[in-house]
């Protein structure tokens, strides 16, 4: 009856001209929460999405406030992965929401009708999603319900994440009174099911099952009940992505299998990770296929150099023949056996940018053990214009008068274990000091990293630090002193850039 009831009032408002700008034609969707109209822009004339709150909720201040906040935090963001927000208001009593209008496709219609998708196109389509999400991320926004009835394909083939409805709403609340707005559970993380605390993490891990459901054309967890689907979440290991789907490479499988561990801990520390071996991922499958095609070519194009098999960058011909090398090698043992090579060093020509794949933030006991970890990946993102910042600290330069700590630190880490010569640092302010320290596995502790391989005082802008030849995968800046910023008294490292060369 109250899905009737809501039926009717959907149908009643068409023709309705919302702020005497809106008029809406037809009904596009609709959810626990609100319904989505395809509605014509009067002012600019175009086609706009509007969300409109159901007006039985409304009066509800927990909801009201849940709606708005979706429009203040999406309105925020601006990327192409992501439904921009144009417009906010409130008439009649109805509170709305204008979105771009996205002529296409959801990704679930998309799956419905044609079952798995192309390996290579299942993979660009979770890249673009996380793009999204990584853009959501750096704003502190975590959205929480990521499913393919949330994302859009446009008439030109890119994905687009919408509905940051539940976006921050679940930090306390579990699943009794969360399925309500999660409408489904198969894409839910197991502390979210188990309502727990939830940051970036838990994206991670939906997008990971989204992933295998592109390839697989199922969802990996069924049940009776939405809570059944949601307590395999929690107790049932993954299935095994090429047992359904053979031909996926195990960069590819090792890829979902990271992505949704039970543990958090043990998933990638944050999206631009998971990003980086997914582009890997891509370029393996595209390289067994011979080619790309669809929005895997779009996805390709937009690799960082970073990230790609081979740099753009300069490198010695005889660094060119080392990396062609190492990459065939790699490309080869893949196509031939579908599993990946052992990871031994990689020989590295001396001047060749070495390619990073995560990074994360260090700041052990005494530290909180949480330095700005959500920002970590615009250290080694090829955009200068975004930043890793320690935290601002006040009284003193020196970490242990500012906060009795010896330090705080960033690790970037190498796609496999390589012998490093030089290293580069770009900061929005100089005058830091830092060591650096290399092992071939993570350290949880600064006394776990040994001795130094190379160090720098009163750090320029741009700093370019000489290293010890040492083989090593992780690269931790242990930052002692930081630099002053805006007024008297504050104090703090701001990095844009970190590289590596051997």
């Known amino acids: 009856m109250a899905n009737e009831a809501k039926t009717g009032l959907a149908s009643s408002l068409l023709g309705t001209l919302l702020s005497a700008r809106y008029r809406l034609e037809s009904k596009l969707g609709s959810g626990g929460m609100s319904t989505v109209y395809l509605a014509r822009d009067e002012t600019l004339q175009r086609w706009v999405a509007v969300k409109i709150m159901h007006r039985e909720i409304s009066d509800q201040p927990d909801q009201l406030e849940r709606f708005r906040r979706e429009a203040r935090a999406v309105a925020q963001l601006s990327h192409p992965n992501v439904v921009a927000v144009i417009d906010a208001g409130e008439d009649g009593g109805y509170p709305y929401i204008v979105f771009e209008y996205v002529d296409g496709e959801t990704l679930k219609q998309r799956i419905d009708r044609l079952g798995r998708l192309a390996v290579d196109e299942a ?10 999400l990584a853009a959501a991320h750096a704003r502190q926004l975590v959205h929480r319900d990521v499913k393919p009835q949330n994302v859009l394909i446009d008439s030109d083939g890119r994905a687009k994440v919408t509905d940051f409805g539940i976006a921050r709403s679940l930090e306390s609340d579990g699943l009794t009174k969360t399925g309500r707005v999660l409408g489904t559970t198969d894409y839910v993380s197991p502390e979210q099911a188990m309502g727990r605390a939830v940051d970036a993490r838990s994206d991670i891990y939906s997008l990971g099952v989204l992933l295998y459901e592109m390839l697989t054309g199922e969802v990996p967890f069924k049940a009776e009940s939405v809570v059944g689907v949601a307590m395999k979440h929690v107790n049932e290991q993954m299935p095994d992505v090429q047992r359904r789907r053979p031909e996926v490479s195990s960069a590819h499988a090792a890829v979902i299998e990271r992505a949704t561990a039970k543990d958090p801990s043990k998933r990638y520390p944050h999206m631009a990770a998971f990003l980086a071996d997914l582009e890997g991922a891509l370029q393996v499958e595209v390289a067994r296929a011979g080619g790309a095609q669809g929005e895997a070519t779009n996805v390709l194009d937009a690799v960082s150099p970073r990230g790609s098999l081979l740099t753009t960058r300069r490198v010695s011909a005889a660094g060119v023949v080392l990396v062609l090398g190492a990459t065939v090698a790699a490309l080869l043992i893949a196509a031939l056996t579908g599993k990946s090579h052992k990871e ?20 052990p006991p005494p530290g909180d053990e949480d330095e700005h970890g959500t920002e970590v990946g615009a250290a080694i993102d090829p955009d200068p214009n ?27 880490e190498a796609a496999k274990p390589v012998t490093a010569r030089q290293m580069t640092i770009e900061s929005q302010d100089g005058g830091w000091d830092a060591t650096i320290y290399g092992a071939t596995n993570r350290p949880t502790t600064l006394q776990g990293w040994g001795s130094s391989i190379g160090s720098v005082s009163g750090a320029d802008t741009d700093a370019t630090i000489q290293l010890d030849e040492k083989e090593a995968r992780y690269f931790l800046i242990w930052i002692t002193k930081l630099s002053p910023i805006g007024g008297p008294g504050d104090y703090k490292v701001e990095i844009s850039d970190v590289t590596l060369n051997g």
């Open 344 to 363: 031994t060093p990689t020989a590295v020509a001396s001047g060749t940018p070495i390619r990073l794949a995560h990074a994360d933030d260090f700041d």
């Open 386 to 412: 975004t930043t890793w910042t320690t935290e601002t600290y006040v009284s003193s330069p020196n970490l242990e008068d500012a906060a009795g700590k010896p330090g705080v630190g960033l690790i970037v």
């Open 123 to 132: 993979a660009a389509y979770a890249i673009e999603i996380g793009r999204g």
